[in-house]
């Protein structure tokens, strides 16, 4: 009983980390209808970053910034220089273009730092309290949950609380109409990225210090895992991500503890078959309709 | 003008193949046994890549899961040739037949995985697929008993045939071997992209709604291409095993699939003749990057973090450019060219080349038209 509590705290807090990521996949996808296969690279960049800030400042903090900043940086300059130019082309495109991007990233940043993993520090201490007696959850992971809490709840203020939420809701759902209206639809697309690539750099930060450590690779599976969780949420829906984030983190912890860690990466692709097979559009769609 | 006689497709194809055989038999002679291994490597990319071609390019359909199916068809190769080993069969059938089973344990992965994906369109796809290609390694570490974790199987490769000579070089035997795979593939590809499958490969990546319609039955013939690509992966794969005599999950990466697409997008999606530069390309730029970093004087630290990284830097580039720059790939200005030279010929422009027209630039990544 006490491993299958320190197991769903344990999935709670990556499936926290799981959430954020797949709300930075249903950002964009909202808004131009891309899967952003560069996520993880673009997230693993700035946690390079952030590695190089803390290590010459010495301050965790500082770093942690520079990776944030960083990720609002990347995205806008990504969106600019690389995906405005095929947004026009077939859909393949763009993603042929992203996976481009992820070499680029990988190369350059295996280039730069090497091929090893670098031990990459945690900001609190991660290992677990004991709560009544049980080894239950870590100062990290509640650093985790009040993160990912306060970035929904940021997210959810700038969307439906804002004008420039209810801007880029608008160029998201109907860019001609928007921009008769007046919406410079173009600068809120670079805003969606960079705000996207924003919240997939704070993931990093987040989950990176848990795994092996830094490396251009380690990213990967935490993408995979937040494609799942947005697919599980049905890509459209900012709610479906996060319960499908929470989701895949709780059936990840337990099959790591039950059946060992090695079976993770084919308990994702069994999720995901499942969930394409019985309900392909998400858990929490409505019917659809395609455009012929 | 005249129409010229047609000559049936498929004596057109044997002819080409037979032509290509020769030249390429003759070549593995005037290179050294070093240029003889690049090019079976090419080769074996080739079968993949030419598979990986006719389903993202003619049924639109992007597999990022292909790598993962050449581990499939190596792992079975080794595991059927040292099965072969050890019982002292020493044919060179064995080799063909344990090649067979590779194929066909890839043709089965790709059923499953086909049918899995028959209802899935554009990011659905490539998502599960990407799945797939992160997932498949971690199969030999959960089986470690069979498959032997990272360290990856060693594999029993018969010795070259007694008749061509005590010193033949076991490189131009394998270039051989390589290019008799890549050229059964490219022959029966092109057969099935000229006849009712390929047309209906078309019709549904032009328009699903249209095809199906016309009485096409839409997710047969997408599964049909998984499969059939699943196939030529899984030779591509086999062929793996038999070059490097060993197979390993670090050889199978999801690096590998990107290999693959781009071979496929520089050389011009949908376009077997552009499989062939992608594949030499996907080769020699390695081999260029190597070389160029070997030449320098490098620090050592430096020249590690170079080797393999620089390589994938250029070819993530290359998607890039190729993809906004000429989504046709080489195959797409080779032909933009030829119709170009044509047009000056006769006199008269071509019905294409003097047009800045909207379709002068094809809707990449369905790009050749050829």
Redesign the interface.
């Known amino acids: 009983m006490d491993r299958f509590l320190f197991l769903t705290v344990d999935g709670l807090s990556h499936g926290a980390v799981y959430a954020a990521f797949a709300l930075a996949l249903v950002l964009i996808w909202r808004g131009t209808r891309i899967v952003n296969f560069a996520q993880g690279v673009l997230a693993v960049a700035t946690s390079y970053l952030a590695y190089t800030v803390t290590g010459r400042s010495g301050s965790y903090w500082l770093g942690f910034l520079a990776a944030l900043l960083a990720g609002l940086v990347l995205g806008a300059v990504v969106e600019r220089l690389v995906m405005r130019r095929v947004a026009d082309a077939p859909p393949l495109n763009a993603v042929i273009v992203a996976l481009g991007l992820v070499l680029v990233g990988q190369g350059v940043l295996g280039m730069l730092y090497g091929n090893q993993f670098l031990p990459f520090p945690a900001p609190f201490d991660r290992s677990a309290m004991t709560v009544g007696g049980v080894p239950l959850v870590s100062r990290f992971d509640l650093f985790v949950f009040g993160t990912v809490l306060l970035l929904m709840i940021v997210l959810a203020v700038l969307f439906t609380r804002t004008a420039t939420g209810l801007r880029m809701r608008a160029a998201a759902f109907a860019p001609p109409v928007a921009r008769l209206l007046g919406v410079r639809v173009g600068r809120m697309l670079t805003l969606g990225w960079a705000l996207a690539a924003l919240v997939g750099a704070l993931a990093g930060m987040l989950v990176i210090p848990t795994g092996l450590g830094l490396h251009p690779t380690a990213m990967d599976t935490v993408f995979v895992s937040a494609f799942t969780a947005a697919v599980v949420g049905g890509l459209d829906s900012p709610a479906g991500a996060v319960v499908g984030g929470l989701l895949v983190g709780l059936v990840l912890s337990y099959v790591a503890g039950y059946l060992g860690a090695g079976t993770t990466p084919l308990a994702v692709l069994a999720l995901l078959v499942v969930v394409l097979l019985a309900r392909p559009a998400g858990l929490f769609s409505g019917p659809q309709a395609r455009r012929v | 003008m005249t129409t010229p006689r047609r000559v049936p497709t498929l004596v057109r194809h044997l002819a080409g193949a037979a032509v290509a055989a020769v030249v390429l038999f003759g070549l593995t002679y005037v290179l050294d046994p070093f240029r003889d291994y690049q090019l079976a490597t090419a080769a074996a990319y080739l079968c993949a890549a030419a598979g990986l071609t006719v389903l993202?390019g003619l049924n639109?359909q992007?597999s990022?899961g292909h790598g993962a199916l050449m581990a499939v068809g190596a792992y079975s190769v080794a595991m059927v040739q040292n099965q072969f080993g050890d019982h002292g069969v020493t044919a060179q059938w064995a080799l063909v037949a344990s090649l067979a089973a590779g194929v066909v344990a890839a043709t089965l992965a790709g059923a499953v995985i086909g049918l899995?994906?028959a209802?899935?369109r554009?990011?659905?796809l490539?998502?599960?697929t990407?799945?797939?290609a992160?997932?498949l390694?971690?199969?030999t570490?959960?089986f470690s008993g069979t498959f032997h974790g990272d360290q990856g199987l060693s594999v029993y490769l018969p010795p070259v045939p007694d008749s061509l000579g005590a010193d033949f070089p076991v490189e131009r035997w394998q270039a051989w071997l390589a290019l008799a795979a890549a050229l059964l593939t490219l022959l029966v590809l092109a057969n099935l992209v000229r006849g009712r499958l390929g047309r209906s490969m078309r019709a549904i990546r032009d328009n699903e709604?249209a095809a199906s319609l016309a009485g096409i039955p839409v997710a047969r013939v997408q599964v049909v291409a998984f499969v059939v690509s699943a196939a030529c992966a899984g030779l591509g794969g086999g062929m793996f095993a038999v070059l490097a005599q060993s197979v390993s999950p670090d050889a199978f990466t999801?690096?590998l699939s990107?290999n693959l697409?781009?071979a496929v997008?520089v050389g011009g999606s949908g376009s077997l003749a552009g499989a062939v530069w992608g594949s030499l390309l996907l080769v020699l730029l390695r081999y260029w990057a190597d070389e160029l970093t070997g030449g320098l004087s490098l620090p050592a630290?430096l020249r590690?973090?170079?080797a393999?990284?620089?390589?994938?830097?250029?070819?993530?580039?290359?998607?890039?450019v190729v993809?906004?720059a000429a989504?046709g790939g080489v195959q797409g200005l080779l032909s933009r060219a030829g119709r170009w030279v044509r047009g000056r010929l006769t006199g008269r422009p071509s019905h294409r080349a003097g047009l800045p027209a909207p379709d002068a630039e094809p809707?990449?990544?369905?790009a050749s038209h050829t």
């Open positions: 993202i639109g992007l990022l899995a994906a209802r899935l554009g990011p659905y490539a998502g599960l990407l799945v797939v992160v997932a390694p971690a199969v570490t959960v709604v999801l690096t990107l697409l781009l997008v630290g590690t973090r170079l393999g990284n620089l390589p994938l830097a250029l070819f993530g580039l290359l998607l890039i993809m906004m989504p809707p990449a990544p369905v």
